[in-house]
């Protein structure tokens, strides 16, 4: 077909325009074909002629633990050629991968990001993610992951931003801004993915694809508004999850991909269903046969079918008889083509030779793995004094992989610095002793000459991810009791934690002079904290989930409602009297959401509200100033309450926050906007709205600091 005959090739014209010319070429054969997602490893020549929707560069149901073969572009171009080159209209597949937490340069986990909050630094990951990732063909991120986890058991807890509505949203809609740019377009913008749609993380016990019990209201007041902040910044796709809620699998859920996607928030991309999640409508008992879990899933909003093949295998039957109508077959290709030529695809199909210059990609991911650093007790040791001489021990001392963490299918370990490298690269001079872990002797000679030791304790990468959920979420096997011979030994340690979860710590944790917990830090994660113990760069990290005290206090969250006999346990300052929901331990956390150290100490001014309303939400400004001796950052934080509703809300929900940097000395009037929609909740009526009324305020520099605030709006 000559151009001419392809007006949906002709640029001038609007995607809309574009999408409705081809979609009317278009056989029902070539329909069907464009909701397949096929393995990489699978696609024929065939499948690419016949208008094949996508391909999808894994070969593995969990693809986050398992080597995958390297993508690209030469591989997706000669693919692509196949698919425009041979087929009756030329139309280009979309490639995806799951590019996470960078592509080559691989940056801290998703989890470790968030311990920024700072979402210009979480965009600016994402930015070079896909940069990197493009080059080699990638058209489509499965990311950013937004699943609110308030359980630590759970492996894909490192996979989002942790606890808070708020602060996942920010960072979530910040990572689509970084992937996808205002340009969709560009050639090194790629589509985001606004996953697992919904309610994943709510996993019980932890258990990863395990039922969830979510009420109608906690769904749509926790577990939604991330991704329908994702759905405002613009996000392309989304992937529904693998769990059902209220018996209903989400790849076959009308209420949430149809009613809420569609119609409430005007999502207009697509939507993939999860690797199998067609199919396993059969496991979850609520399809008979694979044609009957096809058809639920298409009727109920689900576009494009990941790897099952029961989209191919049962539709053209589904359509003859009617079950499936003509009209839904083609409403899932329209939204499916209207993102293709969103992305340009049709321009350029062909990546092309595309050389990136990972030299400043490396800087920032070394900055930010150091930044996401949360220094939990500071003591004598950090900085390292100058001249002092260190033992540096523990199974991640000499890690180089493991600190990539999960999900880091393109990271190139042969470029990753150990700990231990890192600080004899940063200074040569300095007298660095290391013994392996098991050689008893060697670690008792290097502490015995070392003023101090640094301990780095924690997780391998695949101690978390995908269908990677432990029962004992503590310090993996032995690792306490090295911790308590290094202690004996007398000497100031250094405890750096290096993991994918947040961990209970055991009490020996306490008995060490200072504390870094670091979630798994990258590849360039061995110099960022390697700059953070030598003071060249400031630890910064907030908590963005809660470190409990216990297994036993699990799910523990700062977010949670007060019951009809409040204890104030996990807000209550340390060691305050008041009732115990638990007899045998305190119920407050060991450390708190948004919990973290720096080196300066800052004076927050009295808050004063500038406006309170339904309409503009709360304005409020106070003076921050730095008191200490060196410059820093803080992160200023305003949580608030809704005391009085037709539902029970939580006792504190962070709802705005600002990072500043100020010299020692130094002060500013630090503005925070609370946007109304945070202060909205779901009514007895299911709807939800902002009630004008009584809110508590609290602005301080964790989730249980400040001096509370009434205010009317
Ligand atoms: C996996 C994950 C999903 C991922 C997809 C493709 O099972 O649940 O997050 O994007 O399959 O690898």
Redesign the pocket.
Known sequence: MSNAERPWMNPDLSVEERTEALLREMTREECISQLLQVRVDQVTSEQLQGALGSV?L?A?????NDAQEESSAEQVDALQRVAVEESRLGIPFIS???V?HGHHTVFPVPLGQAASWDPDLVEQGCRVAAVEASADGIHWT??P?VDICRDPRWG?IM?GYGESVHLMAELGAAAVRGYQTEDPSAPDAMAA?A??FAG?GAAEGGRDYNSTEITRSTLQDVYLPPFEALVKAGCLTF?S??NEIDGISSAANPFLLDELLRKRWGFDGFVVT????VRELLAHGIAADGAEAAAKCLNAGADMN??DGLYAEHLPALLAEGIVSEASLREAVRRILRVKFRLGLFERPYTGKRVVDRAPHKQLARNVAARCCVMLKRGRSLPLPEEESLALLGPLATATQDLFGS?TLDGIPGEVLSLLDAFREAEPERKILHADWGDSSGMDHAVAWANRVLLVLGESASRSG??HSVGDPTLPPGQTELLEQVLRLGKPVILLVIAGRPLVLPEAAQRCDSILYSFHPGSEGGRGLADVVLGRVEPEGRLPVTLPRSVGQIPLYYDHKPTGRPTDEYHRPEGSPGGMRLIDQPGSPLYRFGYGLGYSRYELGEPRVLEASIENGIRVELQVKNVGEHAGSTVIQAYTRIPVAERSQPVRQLSAFQRVRLAAGEEMRCTLQIQPEILAYTHLDGERRVDAGPVHLWIGLHASDGKRIELSL
Do not use: P
């Open positions: 999808i894994a593995s149901a969990t693809a986050g995806g991968r799951d996470i499965f990311s992951m894909r996979e993915c996953k697992h994943y992937m999850s693998f999860d690797w199998d999640a990941m790897v999900w995908e269908a």
